[in-house]
């Protein structure tokens, strides 16, 4: 993937994601670019707030997927003994959002924003990571005896979910061909995600 691509997916998405704010209860201040990989995603200030928008385009991405996903936070919301982030539903009422733009659509979803420093700026520090496997523990558990909507459907990360036809590690030989064959250094220590032209309008 060269850097005049990847300067297009996020104009592209950055597109989509303005034209899906539109079907929320709040008027766009700013909208960041945070991350481009499998998904695009942004911190959306607002007149109410910040979030944390996602321009979906990874693998297990569908509009069931993405609802799913959102009951799954719901239901681990209830119990009110960590902080997660919470779905936001828009004008309909549903937890995905399709953006448009230059002829592609796109789903799209929105988290309220927990303003907390990302894990990684802990990475000196193994107390976290004990913490970590508690919370991944405590969500096992917790799922585990959740008795789930009739029309929920999650993808199983199993062998075949992560390698088989049209798994989530599908594209994993494509990385390995890139670290071999790497594309050609970008200038100037690499290209500016922030640098779009579009999100220079907005």
């Known amino acids: 993937m060269t850097p005049d691509s990847i300067e297009k997916q996020i104009t592209l998405n950055s597109e989509i ?14 909208l960041e670019l945070l991350s481009h990989w499998e998904n695009t995603t942004f911190k959306l200030s607002t007149n109410k707030g910040n979030f944390l928008l996602r321009v979906h385009t990874g693998v297990h991405c ?11 936070i719901e239901h681990l919301r209830s119990y009110n003994d960590y902080t997660y982030q ?9 937890f995905v959002s399709i953006g448009n733009a230059s ?3 796109k789903p799209v979803s929105i988290l309220s924003w927990i303003d907390y420093p990302p894990i990684d700026s802990h ?21 585990s005896q959740w008795q789930k909507p009739r029309d929920f459907k999650r993808p199983a990360l199993d062998a075949n979910g992560l390698t088989g036809r049209n798994a989530a590690l599908e594209d ?11 594309p050609t250094p970008l200038q100037n220590g690499g290209i500016s995600l922030s640098k779009s032209s579009f999100l220079r309008r907005i």
């Open 62 to 72: 569908t509009i069931e997927d993405i609802e799913c996903e959102a009951k799954i």
């Open 17 to 30: 994601a303005y034209s899906a704010i539109h079907q929320y209860e709040f008027d766009l201040v700013k």
């Open 123 to 143: 990475n000196s520090d193994l107390n976290v990571f004990v913490k970590l496997g508690q919370l991944i523990a405590h969500i096992h558990n917790k799922l």
């Open 103 to 105: 002829g592609s659509s």
């Open 172 to 182: 994993v030989c494509k990385v390995y061909r890139c670290i071999e064959n790497p």
């Open 86 to 94: 919470k779905p936001i539903r828009n004008r309909s009422g549903n």
